[in-house]
């Protein structure tokens, strides 16, 4: 077991290279470090051209895992992510051959682009990490992290994904614009670079990784804590404006990606302000609104905003003083 600021140290290395090539968004970058270190899933959701696919590849390239890209598109079928049973002329047998969904970060490019079998494709691997196909169960290595990415501004011949599927995401981010500044530093360092590719450097290994993420699970979070985080899932579900509130696997994203940013910022211990940063992607794709506030314009993620502030927050308790 690593020291809590050892591990802090490890993951501010990996998102200081990460961000040589993806400028002006530590903060989102963070969050999908977050999911990573919590062993969940990431789900992208935003404007073509924000370096959604850079964003995943870079985290594969520093974190020295194995990455492969699905683009997903009506005519895709189950087979083509799990992979299938080919005939070997040589052995006059059936030989499985694995789809790309046998990787460590496997990228989901537009995934509300493919019919409902596909998606479903995916959920037995999210949650369960292994792959029923061919009647076998074969399961995958881990770390294995799925990267989706949908664009919010084309429906038209999308499928948009099912809340039971959502719900398997640990947490949903929006990227945003840059501001003007990071913006032309972005400019600047294509101008130095004289190419397109950015050339990462390892930082860490799967194996280092998979110790940060054991790390995690040994950060405290005390009873406050706990309750905190129910509380808070509990008044989403309380919410008038909610049809359908968060579920107890929401609650479980809640403590688990708090654990993580509090062994991000070099803590052993988590607080209330760490179940705060969480709270919005952790839960508002989790959360399904009264159809008549759609014209309205409410989001989910203003609930959850709102549900933060009706919450009473706990005192901050070192884990040396809940002894």
């Given at each position: ?46 404007n ?6 850079l ?12 990455f ?29 051959q694995?789809?790309p ?50 664009n ?8 948009p ?18 501001d003007?500044?990071?913006e ?15 050339e990462?450097?390892?930082v ?57 940013k ?21 839960l ?40």
């Amino acid at each position: 077991m690593s020291e809590p600021g050892e591990l802090g140290e490890r993951a501010n290395a990996i998102l200081d290279e990460v961000e040589r090539a993806v400028v002006g968004k530590r903060d989102v970058l963070e969050l999908v470090l977050l999911g990573l270190l919590a062993d969940g899933h990431v789900l992208i959701e935003d404007n073509p051209g924000l370096a959604k696919t850079l964003t995943a590849r870079s985290f594969a390239a520093v974190t020295g895992l194995r990455f492969a890209r699905v683009q997903f598109t009506p005519d895709l079928m189950p087979s083509d992510v799990t992979g299938s049973a080919i005939y070997d002329q040589r052995s006059g047998e059936l030989r499985f051959q694995p789809g790309p969904i046998f990787t460590h970060v496997l990228l989901g490019d537009e995934i509300n682009r493919a019919p409902p079998k596909t998606q479903a494709a995916l959920l037995e691997a999210m949650q369960e990490r292994q792959v029923t196909s061919e009647d076998r169960t074969r399961p995958l290595e881990r770390p294995f992290l799925v990267l989706a990415t949908q664009n919010p501004i084309e429906y038209e011949g999308t499928y948009p994904l099912p809340e039971a599927q959502l719900d398997r995401f640990l947490l949903r981010i929006r990227v945003g614009y840059p501001d003007r500044d990071a913006e032309l530093e972005l400019l600047a360092r294509r101008m130095e670079r004289g190419q397109d590719e950015v050339e990462l450097e390892r930082v860490v290994d799967r194996d280092e990784l998979l110790a940060m993420q054991r790390d995690v699970e040994r950060v405290h979070a005390d009873p406050g804590i706990l309750a905190y985080a129910v509380d808070l899932v509990t008044a989403t579900r309380a919410s008038p404006q909610v049809q359908v509130g968060a579920s107890p696997r929401g609650t479980l994203a809640l403590l688990k990606l708090a654990r993580a940013k509090a062994a991000v910022d070099g803590r052993d211990f988590v607080t209330p302000d760490d179940v705060k940063l969480i709270a919005v992607p952790a839960l508002a794709h989790r959360i399904t609104l009264r159809p008549e506030l759609w014209i309205q314009r409410v989001e989910a993620e203003d609930v959850v905003r709102d549900c933060l502030d009706s919450c009473p927050v706990p005192p901050v308790q070192a884990p040396e003083e809940a002894r």
